[in-house]
């Protein structure tokens, strides 16, 4: 039996409305989870909970239709990061093999005259869209938004907690290279494998993740001593957790902490990770505050999204054809 992670709960409005010592606080209780778990709840972030709602109903709407329909968006058809992912076609645990789940990827909105798409980056440019499914598309994109918002404050907090100033992310991700991946696990089944739908053990590229998951869970993270713990569902709260980049940032002070999901519920799941990114040209080297002569800068500077696409290209299967 698993058990299950106690992780704090931060109350993201009165980080935002309170007043500087009261910033301090709750950054710290931040900070602290970073460097333990590397995951923690949020409460006040602001997005509606019959947003989420809508949204979920749109995703089903969408994953249990016509495979003909997930077909013409699926990400090998589509010059760039988006689209339709399907089973086996994602594998973060290369021991496991690929990833028993359905996702759709959708990012910031850009047109084709955007000069980085016009250059060949990957992670910019225009969404691809499921064709005669207007509310999947209005009710997920306005999703990722609330979600881009969100991350503004997550980096807020973070900047805080590490001594920078609250503004210190910002110019770095004022073109978030940000995605959201709308997930769908199937309810298992003894003909598909014999093996639970799921996510393999893997930690997260980017900055940090936020993550709404519906009441099914299945989210297990891997506490310091190397057991497995669920991360259960708290109503109306999102989980947040800290990525590679993040724990590079900081010179492995914020924990980069393996995750995986196993869906055994016997009901469908469904959830939206979006992961909280910089800019694709941010270089990143390590935050002043977190070396010193005693504690060396352990890496070397890095283009955030040249780091991101060469772990993309180690994941996902439509990278190596």
Request: proline content about 5%; hydrophobic content about 35%.
């Amino acid at each position: 039996m698993t058990s299950a992670a106690e992780l704090p709960i931060i109350d993201l409005e009165n980080f935002r409305l309170g007043n500087f010592n009261q910033k301090q606080a709750i950054a710290a209780a931040a900070n602290h989870a970073c460097t333990t778990s590397g995951f923690f709840y949020v409460t006040g972030h602001g997005i509606a909970p019959e947003l989420f709602s809508k949204a979920r109903r749109a995703a089903l709407d969408f994953f249990t239709g016509p495979q003909a329909i997930k077909s013409e968006v699926h990400i090998t058809r589509v010059p760039h990061h988006r689209g339709y992912v399907g089973h086996y076609d994602v594998a973060p645990d290369t021991l496991k093999g690929g990833d028993i789940r359905e996702a759709f990827k959708v990012a910031l909105e850009l047109d084709e005259s955007d000069p980085d798409y016009q250059a060949g980056i990957t992670l910019y440019g225009p969404n691809v869209w499921p064709r005669d499914m207007p509310e999947f598309r209005t009710v997920i994109y306005q999703t990722y938004m609330e979600f881009i918002q969100l991350a503004d404050t997550i980096f807020s907090l973070f900047a805080v907690g590490l001594d920078l100033h609250e503004d210190y992310f910002k110019a770095l991700s004022n073109k978030p290279a940000s995605v959201m991946n709308v997930n769908y696990y199937p309810a298992t089944k003894t003909g598909n494998k014999g093996k639970a739908s799921g996510i393999g053990a893997h930690s997260d590229y980017e900055a940090f993740a936020m993550l709404w998951q519906d009441r099914v869970g299945g989210l297990e993270i891997e506490s310091l001593d190397g057991q497995w713990q669920s991360v259960k569902p708290v109503k109306d709260a999102l989980v947040i957790n800290i990525g590679d980049l993040m724990s590079r940032w900081t010179n492995d002070r914020f924990r980069a902490t393996r995750h995986r999901v196993f869906n055994t519920s016997g009901e469908e799941r469904v959830s939206f990770a979006c992961f909280g990114n910089t800019n694709y040209h941010a270089l990143i080297q390590c935050i002043p505050s977190c070396c010193s002569e005693d504690d060396p800068a352990r890496y070397p500077p890095v283009i955030s999204g040249d780091y991101l696409m060469s772990k993309i290209k180690g994941t996902y299967a439509y990278t190596r054809d």
